[in-house]
């Protein structure tokens, strides 16, 4: 073996070793809870524990709208901007990189002075108007990653001549986003949205401030006041958003095939 | 002179400051084929995308079938178009690219299934249909988007470009094909190319385009043979152009260094002592006298290149440099370079260039 590939190798064992021991440790103290044997006792009391169920299907659903309110922004979006308008692309991808900077409690601080019982959008003064809120504020932490998912994924494709050679067949913008733009770009579309299910389901500060029943604070109150649940609920955290990425490989193998991506 | 189907009056187009089409009108004939012909950035492909609904005409007017289409949106023109880069939509199959246009229309499904299968039968592509665009080779996909374009029966046949991506010998047969199903189906159609060849070979007419302006419009015959500018003759065709200073205006004599052509009335007002330029096709010329030739020049053998059928030489006249082709023959050796040379010519094949 070449030395060059040697330390490769190991660089790589470091790195694999640094990310798993942690997991592994993790796992096998969430298993220690009945004494002197290892068992999946912690797991059955959070998988059996109706907050957790309550907890966890709210920011499903939370994710679920999220995901569609992005789609019908970011879609679009991105792409008018490559169409039509590439110059403010620059200041567009600065706009969608500022819920990175700015931290989530600044927005939602923001939210609450905006949106408050005495504002003229009183999003907050019931709990379906908190929830939309809480969807808006997801869809904007959600930006940078399904907006350079969306772009990316329009980048594969030659969004003008499709545009036209649509349009010069009779079709209008609807039939073009949803016939031809749409399904060229549908995995890159879900993998956007992903990466949005996967940030929302361990939301905790905007859940957390607005006072929604999210899985978010769930975690964060358990992890307070438990031992050996929060190590499980970590292990299922990593479990649900590693099967995301699974999805994401596994739908990349039904996308609509290109003659620039043959397979 | 019947109704022009397609009318392209005075048509302008301006970025800013930056003219790209200026004053182009053209009138095209039901059922005729005619090239845009031009180098690139000549304004062909704008004045195409104008006819589309792409672009919108800075001033000017486009008529088509008697109705102004002049500010109509492209989907709502009835216009048919294939693109230089296929355009096929990746995640159609061939039958549901060419059933685009067709679902659009609101067309019943029988219907459509049938009209598709016809299009596929047209193209020769039959078996083709459940395959997905990137399964398909260049030709195939241009064809598929020929098929698509013309599928829903289109007014008027735009091609922009649409052989400039395949290789020589698929550029032939297609260019041969697309006009058989241009004359079968009888459509008007556009054409914009750069490849001279192209044009000339399945065009009724041609618009050679420059600087935005169409510098002739006529059909291959003409812009060969009869080139209306210094451009045009150019530009169409290998030319060979011989500078010249009038002799005797009245006798339309024009020394070609130290050698006198007879020009026979085709000097367009020049003056005894002008300059002119006087161009002359390759196949016009022969090595040694002719029968029929009134002209000869006499030169060195500057230069042989053999290409197969034909051996390409330039023969050295003074400070000029003269092209022709003469067959291969087995049998007679080619001329040898460094040995004199006669040329000759009809005077009559001379065009004076202005």
């Known amino acids: 073996m070449k030395s060059g590939k040697f330390w490769a190798w190991v660089v790589f064992a470091i790195g694999t070793a640094y990310f798993f021991i942690p997991l592994l440790a993790t796992f096998e103290f969430s298993m220690r809870m009945r004494r002197g044997v290892h068992s999946f006792d912690a797991y059955q009391i959070v998988l059996g524990d109706p907050r957790f169920q309550a907890t ?88 940078p990653y399904m907006y350079r998912a969306v772009d990316t994924g329009l980048r594969t494709i030659d969004v003008r001549t499709l545009t036209e050679a649509a349009q010069i067949l009779g079709a209008g913008w609807t039939t073009i986003i949803t016939r031809v733009i749409l ?54 955290a990593f479990a649900i958003t590693w099967g995301c990425m699974s999805l994401i490989q596994i739908l990349s193998r039904f996308a609509p095939k290109s003659a620039n991506r043959p397979n | 002179m019947a109704e022009p189907f397609l009318s392209i009056q005075h048509v302008r187009k301006s970025y800013g400051t930056n003219t790209v089409v200026q004053d182009f009108s053209l009138d095209v004939e039901p059922g005729e084929f005619v090239s845009f012909l031009g180098p690139s950035g000549c304004g062909k492909t704008t004045v195409l995308r104008m006819v589309a609904g792409f672009e919108e005409p800075s001033a000017g007017k486009i008529v088509v079938g008697g109705k102004d289409i002049t500010r109509l949106k492209p989907n709502q023109r009835n216009v048919g178009m294939v693109f ?23 067309m019943p499904k029988a219907d459509s299934d049938r009209r598709v299968a016809e299009m596929l039968d047209i193209i020769k592509l039959p078996q083709m249909a459940d395959r997905y665009p990137y399964q398909l080779s260049g030709g195939q996909q241009q064809r598929i988007a020929l098929a698509r374009a013309i599928a829903p029966k289109p007014k008027l046949l735009l091609l922009d470009e649409p052989l400039s991506a395949l290789d020589a010998k698929v550029r032939v047969s297609l260019r041969e094909e697309i006009r ?62 011989l500078e010249g200073t009038v002799t005797d205006a009245g006798a339309g004599r024009v020394r070609v260094n130290s050698q006198e052509v007879a020009l026979k009335g085709k000097l367009n007002g020049s003056k005894s002592g002008d300059t002119l330029s006087l161009a002359l096709r390759p196949e016009a010329i022969s090595l040694a006298r002719q029968p029929g030739h009134d002209t000869s020049l006499s030169g060195e053998i500057a230069e042989v290149h053999f290409l197969g059928s034909v051996i390409r030489v330039r023969v050295g006249i003074g400070g000029n440099t003269v092209s022709l082709d003469t067959f291969n023959n087995s049998t007679t050796p080619p001329p040898v370079v460094g040995d004199k040379a006669d040329i000759s010519f009809s005077s009559g094949d001379m065009l004076v260039l202005h």
């Open chain 2, 180 to 241: 058989s199903i241009q004359k079968k189906l009888d459509i008007t159609t556009i054409f914009v190319t750069h490849d001279q060849e192209e044009a000339l070979s399945i065009s009724d007419r041609i618009a050679v385009m420059y600087g935005g302006k169409a510098e002739q419009v006529g059909t291959p015959f003409e812009i060969y043979n009869r080139p209306a500018t210094k451009f045009v003759a150019n530009f169409v065709g290998t030319l060979n152009v």
């Open chain 2, 84 to 106: 230089q880069a296929y355009a096929l939509f990746p995640n159609l199959t061939v039958a549901q690219n060419i059933a685009f246009g067709l679902k659009v229309a609101g």
């Open chain 1, 183 to 236: 399904p060229n770009v549908l995995i890159a579309v879900l993998s956007g949205a992903f990466l949005t299910f996967a940030i929302v389901i361990g939301e905790f500060t905007m859940a957390s401030l607005l006072n929604r029943p999210a899985f978010g604070p769930y975690l964060q109150n358990i992890g307070a006041n438990r031992a050996y649940e929060p190590a499980a609920l970590a292990i299922i």
């Open chain 1, 56 to 143: 966890f299907m709210y920011s499903v659903i939370a994710a679920i709208f999220t995901i569609i309110l992005g789609v019908l922004i970011v879609v679009p979006a991105a792409y008018w901007i490559r169409l039509r308008l590439p110059q403010i692309r620059p200041i567009v991808e600065f706009i969608t990189l500022l819920p990175l900077v700015i931290p989530a409690i600044v927005i939602v601080f923001g939210y609450i002075r905006m949106y408050g019982s005495n504002s003229p959008l009183p999003f907050l003064s019931s709990d379906l108007g908190a929830s939309a809120l809480l969807v808006i504020g997801y869809a904007t932490l959600a930006l």
